[in-house]
């Protein structure tokens, strides 16, 4: 993996070449360990770590909310309410059997 003189770096790169916000850029190059070279690199590979986000980010369960066949309870955080969107709010209150709770 690409290799970084040092944490700090890292974090630099994550910010300035990804676009992370500097809480997420820190947060990720918790997990770093030593390069061969001297520095330091990620301690996972970027490759995968890419590929199952972008499997989480194809699934999700519409169908079974839409469809009514289970009770379920969905929780939506005050504070993560705008990475719902708004409308998936309002799509989500109008799935029948399904218990929403706003804090």
């Known amino acids: 993996g690409r290799q970084y003189s040092d ?11 990804h676009g992370l916000v500097k809480p997420l850029a820190q947060w990720v ?9 001297g520095g330091v690199q990620l ?6 770590v890419c590929a199952m986000y972008e ?14 066949d289970a009770k379920i309870g969905v929780v939506v955080a005050g504070r993560n309410k705008h990475a719902w969107g708004a ?17």
Do not use: F, H, I
């Open 87 to 103: 409308a998936n709010l309002e799509r989500l209150e109008s799935c029948q059997d399904v218990e929403t709770v706003v804090l």
């Open 29 to 37: 190059a918790q997990n770093v360990k030593p390069a061969p070279g």
């Open 7 to 17: 944490r700090a770096a890292l974090v630099t790169a994550l910010e300035a070449d």
């Open 55 to 68: 499997a989480y980010r194809a699934t999700d369960m519409w169908d079974l909310l839409e469809a009514g």
């Open 43 to 48: 301690g996972y590979d970027v490759a995968t």
